[in-house]
């Protein structure tokens, strides 16, 4: 079982940045992949960027490239995403989740663990 502890989630205004912390945790930890997601009401959830545990490579949708960046420190089990020129329609729940056999890292019912969600919410 792993669990994911989020954090960092607030109110920004248009240009200004913000970082999403996620921390995963279990007794049998062993994700390859981790991710975020975002959602708004009536929405699908949508795919924002993803790591490789292991080889460290990235993933971005287009809508994020330049913008957002996504890292993680193995020791802490943790994943960032590092969200700078924040637009209204970033506005969104984010959520971090986690997966060991993904090959489509775009899809959310690829992954196997997910957190409760974080508010990001941008005025312009």
């Not at 490789?52 to 990235?58: A, F, N, Q």
């Not at 809508?63 to 995403?81: E, P």
Request: glycine fraction near 12%; include cysteine; hydrophobic fraction near 35%.
């Amino acid at each position: 079982q792993v669990q994911l502890v989020e954090s960092g989630g607030g109110l920004v205004q248009a240009g200004g940045s913000l970082r999403l912390s996620c921390a995963a945790s279990g007794r049998a930890f062993s994700g390859e992949t981790m991710g975020w997601f975002r959602q708004v009401l009536g929405k699908e959830r949508d795919f924002v960027a993803a790591i490789r545990w292991s080889s460290g490579g990235t993933y971005y949708a287009d809508s994020v490239k330049g913008r957002f960046t996504i890292s993680r420190d193995k020791d802490k089990n943790t994943v960032y995403l590092q969200m700078n020129s924040l637009k209204p329609e970033d506005t969104a729940v984010y959520y971090c989740t986690v997966g060991d056999r993904i090959a489509v890292v775009t899809l959310s019912s690829e992954y196997d663990y997910w957190g409760q969600g974080t508010q990001v919410t941008v005025s312009s």
